[in-house]
């Protein structure tokens, strides 16, 4: 197979700021966790999220999936399905 474009996800960065402590960050794909929540009776849909644990106070930032390329949040999905991040796969 012969690729012709390959989207360059090394370069990403996210600019924001800690909603808790206004720490002001800048992640890269390497600091974003993935986290797939399966439906049950309370929750029927299944949905999915993207955070960064910011570094001073350990809250949980939302990345939204709009600032990610496809490319990206596969990669990211791809890293936390091996371990030591096995959890949600492990079902
Ligand atoms: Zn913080």
């Given at each position: 197979?012969?690729?012709?474009?390959?989207?360059?996800?090394?370069?990403?960065?996210?600019?924001?700021?800690?909603?808790?402590?206004?720490?002001?960050?800048?992640?890269?794909?390497?600091?974003?966790?993935?986290?797939?929540?399966?439906?049950?009776?309370?929750?029927?849909?299944?949905?999915?999220?993207?955070?960064?644990?910011?570094?001073?106070?350990?809250?949980?930032?939302?990345?939204?999936?709009?600032?990610?390329?496809?490319?990206?949040q596969l990669?990211?999905?791809?890293?936390?399905?091996?371990?030591?991040?096995?959890?949600?796969?492990?079902?």
């Open positions: 197979m012969k690729i012709i474009k390959q989207i360059d996800t090394s370069g990403w960065r996210f600019h924001t700021v800690c909603d808790k402590c206004e720490t002001e960050l800048e992640a890269d794909s390497s600091d974003v966790v993935y986290n797939h929540y399966a439906g049950d009776q309370r929750e029927p849909y299944s949905y999915e999220t993207y955070h960064i644990v910011c570094p001073v106070c350990t809250g949980h930032i939302t990345v939204p999936k709009d600032k990610m390329s496809k490319a990206l990669q990211i999905q791809k890293k936390m399905s091996k371990p030591p991040y096995g959890g949600p796969f492990d079902r």
